[in-house]
């Protein structure tokens, strides 16, 4: 039996459709992204996707960690339904981003600066969207570039290990390990890697297992978007997994800077209340550090789900930020 936010959903997706002008029909029809690459001014190659719409708002999607530009499939549609040009960024190891020996979470906002101004967006201002473990790095523009942002939306956010008041999530352990022991976790996910090749189904039983109900039904239910999370999951390491070691271990220690010095710049934090992942004394931890900040708690919604089911509403504020 279809549940009333399934049915309200899929009446507002239907309505918004038959009032979408014919090329966005078309884009939202063809579910096709677009790929790029991108040399920076220190010879290094940034790796995005493109979603939406070309002529739209632009906004940035900062993916979590594992993870990869195509990440944001999850939310093509609604891109497209919002009339916004979503680029999905790989950071650098992940996707086909040159590896950055030595990188920090600080050296990310130069990085964005540049790839928007190579996509013909120099001296004007876009929006950001991170997810999870792409929360510092949302954050880290927020508080770097906020004369260059329309609005920054920190959605199902992974804090520091440790940050007051922050209970502790179901994959804190494992992101302290790999932080504490890299060349050993690299070794176990490159046995991931090869088992995710040969045997998706089991890895991904293992990786979801601890995913909130609504997680789970939301991807496993779905063809889709359980083959987007294994192409995800593939291109996060399709160069190697000592980048995804890295973004791991850069969440798991000090990110370098603080999140109550951010100020001219909208953020909003949108927290589920079934989040595993990201409990939700995580959501409202972001919202006292950062003054000014919208807060959004669905208290149905896990780590995955509370962004499907709110795209529309966190997208919506790139046009009338």
Request: aromatic share 8%; hydrophobic share 40%; charged share 20%.
């Amino acid at each position: 039996m279809i549940s009333r936010r399934e049915a309200l959903g899929a009446g507002a997706a239907l309505l918004s459709t038959a009032l979408l002008p014919t090329w966005a029909k078309a884009a939202t029809q063809a579910g096709v992204s677009r790929a790029g690459r991108v040399r920076l001014a220190n010879g290094r190659c940034l790796s995005y996707h493109e979603f939406g719409i070309p002529t739209g708002p632009l906004v940035f999607y900062f993916h979590g960690t594992p993870g990869s530009s195509l990440e944001a499939g999850l939310i093509e549609h609604e891109a497209c339904l919002a009339g916004v040009h979503l680029v999905s960024v790989d950071r650098p190891g992940m996707g086909h981003s040159t590896y950055y020996c030595g990188r920090r979470i600080l050296d990310w906002p130069c990085d964005v600066e540049q790839l928007a101004d190579i996509l013909g967006y120099g001296g004007t201002s876009f929006g950001v969207v991170g997810l999870s473990g792409g929360a510092p790095y949302a954050s880290v523009c927020a508080r770097m570039i906020p004369h260059r942002l329309t609005h920054v939306a920190i959605v199902s956010g992974h804090a520091e290990l440790g940050a007051p008041g922050v209970s502790a999530g179901s994959e804190d352990d494992a992101i302290a390990l790999i932080t504490r022991r890299p060349r050993l976790a690299c070794k176990g996910l490159n046995f991931i890697a090869r088992r995710l090749d040969r045997k998706p189904d089991h890895v991904i039983a293992k990786i979801t297992k601890d995913w909130s109900a609504a997680d789970r039904e939301l991807v496993l239910c779905n063809p889709r978007y359980y083959r987007n999370l294994i192409a995800n999951l593939n291109e996060a390491s399709c160069c190697g997994t000592e980048g995804v070691v890295t973004d791991i271990g850069l969440l798991g220690c000090d990110w370098g800077f603080e999140l109550c010095r951010i100020q001219g710049v909208n953020v909003s934090i949108w927290q589920g209340g079934c989040d595993r992942i990201a409990p939700p004394s995580t959501g409202r931890y972001f919202h006292n550090q950062i003054a000014g900040s919208e807060f959004h708690f669905d208290p149905q919604a896990g780590h995955v789900t509370m962004l499907k089911w709110h795209a529309p509403e966190i997208l919506a504020r790139y046009h009338n930020p």
